[in-house]
């Protein structure tokens, strides 16, 4: 479980995801069909809690062109993509490591980033500035996909997804200095997140009859609905910080169109869409939980801005863009 056997998985792990980025995004020649889509440069934004700084997975776009039907045709560099950082002004945009950490989430004190890489829970020191990778280390075993972690307010514990059977799949909370997680909750939660006072968890649910969010205490129990519909689509609920709100990504049903950055008052009132354009389900709320940091992605958006990084104030709705694409065409 040290970090020998974590970069070895690394080194599988980047093997693998050279030979699949190659076949399925980074073509110098048109697609055949070419779908009028862009797959997002920026992903998985996490504000570090100094305020400073947002660190996020990028796989830069180096070039775009209309093929001869017309239709767009989207060139990646895989040789640069990887773990990124950025100031919260937009300046000082730069590659931290040669790989990128999914689903990061900082600890309260700004000083560990939990991640997930290859279906296993990992820890990293760094801070506002750069990341220490001799420090990395494995956190789950393995034997499960886990992901989606999240850290309780001491920093001594850890909530996660399991995917797997339904006799293993729900969410997990373990040390964090490792171990084997114990389930809590029903098999199809996920995505938990912890609050701030770390006696609740919150979570997306699914029932015979709807799907959406939900709270419980951290053994699994006194569960809440926050909000759910029939056809809803909920993912990644996340608390400010200050816990009086949830924010999350969805839709409350497919005739909505977009899934969009959601907020909800924590007793389930005052629900309401941040953004107009779409998200992607990973985002981060700034430490002072006045704005929140996403991803804008709509699948049928052709302009340059598709796949950035954005700030949303969470009271206005007025939102700045932080990261570009600047491709040669």
Not at 115 to 131: P, R
Not at 224 to 247: K, M
């Amino acid at each position: 479980m040290g970090t020998t056997v974590l970069w070895c998985l690394v080194s599988f792990l980047l093997a693998g995801l050279c030979v699949l980025t190659s076949c399925s995004k980074s073509k110098d020649s048109p697609l055949a069909p070419s779908p009028s889509n862009i797959f997002a440069p920026y992903w998985y934004p996490a504000w570090h809690p100094s305020g400073r700084a947002i660190v996020f997975e990028h796989d830069p776009l180096v070039r775009r062109y209309q093929d001869a039907q017309g239709k767009w045709v989207y060139v990646y560099s895989d040789s640069l993509a990887g773990e990124s950082i950025v100031n919260i002004d937009g300046s000082g945009q730069r590659r931290l490591l040669p790989y990128s950490l999914k689903e990061p989430e900082w600890d309260s004190t700004g000083t560990t980033l939990a991640y997930q890489i290859g279906g296993t829970i990992a820890t990293m020191a760094g801070s506002d500035t750069g990341l220490v990778t001799p420090s990395a280390k494995q956190i789950t075993s393995g034997a499960r996909s886990s992901m989606a972690p999240t850290w309780r307010s001491d920093g001594q514990a850890l909530a996660y997804t399991v995917f797997g059977p339904t006799s293993e799949s729900g969410i997990y909370l373990c040390p964090s200095s490792g171990g084997d997680g114990l389930r809590v909750g029903d098999p199809s939660w996920r995505q938990p997140d912890w609050s701030p006072t770390s006696d609740s968890l919150v979570f997306v649910f699914s029932d015979a009859t709807r799907r959406g969010i939900a709270v419980a205490d951290t053994a699994g129990r006194g569960n809440r609905v926050v909000w759910a519909y029939p056809e809803a689509d909920a993912y990644y609920p996340r608390w400010s910080p200050d816990g009086s709100r949830i924010a999350f990504v969805g839709r409350r049903s497919a005739a909505e169109g977009r899934i969009k950055l959601w907020t909800v008052n924590a007793d389930g009132t005052g629900a309401r869409p941040l953004t107009s354009t779409g998200t992607l389900d990973f985002f981060s709320w700034g430490p002072d939980g006045k704005e929140i940091a996403y991803v804008r992605y709509d699948y049928s958006d052709t302009s340059l801005a598709n796949g950035t990084i954005w700030v949303v104030n969470v009271l206005s709705g007025v939102a700045r863009q932080i990261t570009y694409n600047t491709p040669s065409n």
